[in-house]
């Protein structure tokens, strides 16, 4: 099974981390895609001087983020397919929610549909949210709960340092 395959399975929490491949260069593969799948969404909402300080902000959050959880914990052998799982679960859900951010973006857009795209976006985020908690989960080897306390830590860390650096 391809590590694509493991990625979608994941989408439905079927896979875990340990199930993808422990590879530096497949993870320096799967982070120029997350990195080019954040270019093609971002740019449909920001100019390009905020697009790479949001792109590069994402990145690196959840890279420092992952790397100190999983040191704390003891789990740092963990790090290359947790980060892994991580970046390919962002790859498909900016592949996911690209169309939404077109959607909302384009002016010309009724103000119906608007709200059915924010709507939609909120469940994308909710189920990446829940996807990367399961990642968590697995890493190490902790119940859901605090999984999801991590996941969400790392999402709203992510959208506050946006916030802080990112003016609108």
Do not use: C
Request: charged share 10%; glycine share 4%; hydrophobic share 55%.
């Amino acid at each position: 099974m391809s590590d694509l395959q493991k990625l979608l399975l994941m989408l439905f929490l079927k896979t875990a981390p340990q199930d993808m491949s422990y590879s530096a260069q497949k993870t320096t593969q799967i982070a120029i895609a997350y990195l080019f799948s954040g270019i093609v969404v971002l740019q449909t909402t920001l100019g390009p001087e905020h697009m790479v300080i949001g792109l590069l902000l994402g990145f690196f959050v959840q890279f420092g983020f992952v790397y100190i959880v999983l040191k704390a914990l003891n789990r740092q052998p963990r790090f290359m397919q947790t980060f892994y799982a991580l970046l390919g679960i962002g790859l498909l859900f900016n592949i996911f929610s690209w169309p939404v951010f077109s959607v909302m973006a384009n002016e010309s857009s009724n103000d119906e549909l608007k709200s059915s795209m924010s709507a939609i976006f909120l469940m994308l985020i909710s189920w990446e949210v829940l996807v990367k908690a399961h990642v968590f989960r697995h890493a190490l080897e902790m119940k859901m709960f605090s999984a999801l306390v991590l996941s969400f830590s790392l999402f709203f860390i992510s959208v506050a340092l946006s916030q802080l650096l990112i003016p609108v």
